[in-house]
């Protein structure tokens, strides 16, 4: 399985940045917690995730964030985020962890976020409308074969069970069986393999 934690950074005032990619839920986001808990005993409790390149986090995977962000605010510190998918930060915001965990559009502006002497304002998601946020025609609408494409470009090693899971999820809403799921995967492995 790709590795989710693509590079990380250290910044100035013992910020650190965390280049994030794929997709990460439940069976992944320890990955994360990990880490930060890590950086946390290195006394760097100052975490910007930048989830650019993340394709996909399940609610599970927020939670999981925001308690841990709550446990280091509890010591000074912050997790942040930066840069959003439109999808993603869609249901960031449906979800409501836009009013729990600061996101920001600006990598400078996270920065001095950090600065007690400054207040910068988070970015402000605009209300979208649940339909918007059901429909994500662009992934929604895409063929079974795209839309394994898109899961094995971050997921090359997936099992079966883990892959009909991720698109059995409303962003993909696709209901397949295994034989055909099976049989499409391999025809797209072999196609990448050339």
């Keep these: 399985m790709a590795q989710l934690i693509e590079k990380v950074n250290h910044l100035d005032n013992n910020i650190v940045e965390l280049q994030l990619k794929g997709y990460i839920d439940g069976s992944n986001v320890k990955e994360i917690k990990e880490k930060i808990t890590g950086l946390v005993n290195e006394n760097k409790s100052k975490i910007i995730l930048k989830m650019k390149n993340v394709e996909f986090v399940s609610a ?3 939670k999981t964030i925001n308690d841990l962000n709550k446990e280091i605010k509890s010591i000074k510190g912050s997790i ?6 439109k999808e993603i930060e869609g249901i960031f915001h449906l979800l409501e962890y836009d009013k729990k965990i600061e996101y920001y559009k600006n990598k400078e ?3 001095k976020s950090f600065d007690s002497k400054e207040t910068f304002e988070p970015h402000k998601i605009k209300s979208i409308n649940r339909d918007i946020i059901d429909n994500l025609t662009d992934i929604k609408n895409s063929s079974l074969q795209d839309k394994i ?5 971050t997921h090359s090693n997936i099992q079966l069970l883990k892959l009909k899971d991720i698109l059995s999820h409303p962003v993909y809403n696709e209901k ?5 799921l099976y049989l499409n ?3 797209i492995e072999k196609e990448m393999e050339n």
């Design 109 to 111: 502006k996270i920065v």
């Design 149 to 153: 494409k898109r899961i094995l470009s």
């Design 176 to 180: 397949t069986n295994f034989l055909k």
């Design 185 to 187: 995967k391999k025809q």
């Design 60 to 62: 599970n995977a927020w």
């Design 80 to 85: 942040k985020i930066l840069n959003l998918k």
